[in-house]
């Protein structure tokens, strides 16, 4: 079975082209329920039934796990055995049709005011290398809205400085994005003066580097985000989609189109773009709730 669950994954990246977190998620969701079966009911992915597939979402309910946490793994299950059905393995899929978890409420993404985008921004201190290189991956990030995987699978070769443009290569399609002027700057300067010094090997491609010289990681990136959280005191949770949400929701306010910012942001579905201009209506009615005379 880890072979049938090694080609799943070998699917999801290849013949798919997932996004490595959507590939991660359904990877991780499915190896526990694989080891879940194992543990508890002695049988593998093909002889699950309706029954232990309720079972475990029930056991995922018991152990506290969200609405919305529960519903991806039933997801999860439903594409994987979709997968094994058009590979031979089982005629019909396990996954009850008629089974249904409730989600429960959505959470609103956590959004940085203009004033906490400054005072984070603000935060490196370009007296070296690292300071230099964090100012431009921060400046980067909030210029474009792109996401971290995107941010650091960045080469030399995505940015035209000239143009002050960077090329976003996603999943499935790639997009240019334009660099407001403090962005381009700070990321003209660590390209012309610093990254050279930084990098362990001159053919390395990648744009960001860390202290070791190769390519920047996930986790690297985030332990410098809060790091700068923490210097700039600023209490709300910031993730690196913290930034890419305040991106969406700073452009719609400032009248941007909700096109336009489904463009830049690389979403295949305007219903995602759509989240943030609900946000931006909920945050106007609350605010004429609470100054209107008459309200």
């Known amino acids: 079975m880890l072979d049938l669950i090694n080609a799943y994954e070998n699917y999801l990246t290849k013949v798919k082209q ?45 152990e506290g796990r969200s609405g919305a946490t529960v519903s991806r793994n039933l997801a999860s299950l439903k594409n994987f055995y979709a997968y094994v059905v058009s590979s031979g393995f089982l005629e019909s899929s396990p996954v009850p049709t008629d089974i249904h978890v409730e989600r429960g409420e959505k959470k609103l993404p956590q959004i940085l005011s203009g004033k906490e985008v400054e005072l984070l921004l603000a935060q490196p201190v370009c007296v070296d290398a690292k300071g230099f290189r964090d100012k431009a991956m921060l400046e980067v990030m909030y210029a474009t809205g792109i996401r971290v995987t995107e941010l650091i699978d960045l080469n030399v070769d995505d940015v035209n400085l ?11 399609k790639s997009r240019a994005i334009p660099l407001y002027p403090g962005a381009l700057k700070a990321l003209g300067v660590y390209l012309r003066d610093i990254r050279g010094s930084m990098i ?10 860390n202290v070791g010289g190769a390519r920047m990681s996930r986790q690297g990136f985030w332990k410098i985000l809060k790091h700068y959280q923490a210097s700039a005191h600023i209490e709300k949770d910031i993730t690196p989609h913290t930034l890419r ?22 979403h295949s579905d305007i219903s995602s773009t759509q989240m943030y201009a609900h946000m931006i209506n909920s945050k106007l009615k609350s605010v004429y709730e609470k100054c209107h005379p008459k309200a």
């Open 18 to 62: 997932a996004s490595a977190n959507t590939v991660f998620s359904y990877m991780r969701d499915i190896r526990q329920y694989s080891g879940w079966l194992r543990q508890t009911e002695d049988i593998d992915v093909v002889d699950a039934s309706q029954l232990n597939i309720s079972n475990y979402l029930a056991h995922l309910q018991q």
């Open 162 to 172: 000239d143009l002050g443009l960077i090329k976003c290569s996603g999943a499935k």
């Open 200 to 209: 362990a090997d001159p053919a390395e491609k990648a744009l960001f580097v």
């Open 245 to 266: 949400h305040s991106f969406a929701v700073h452009l719609l306010e400032n009248g941007a189109d909700l096109n336009s910012v489904q463009e830049l942001m690389g």
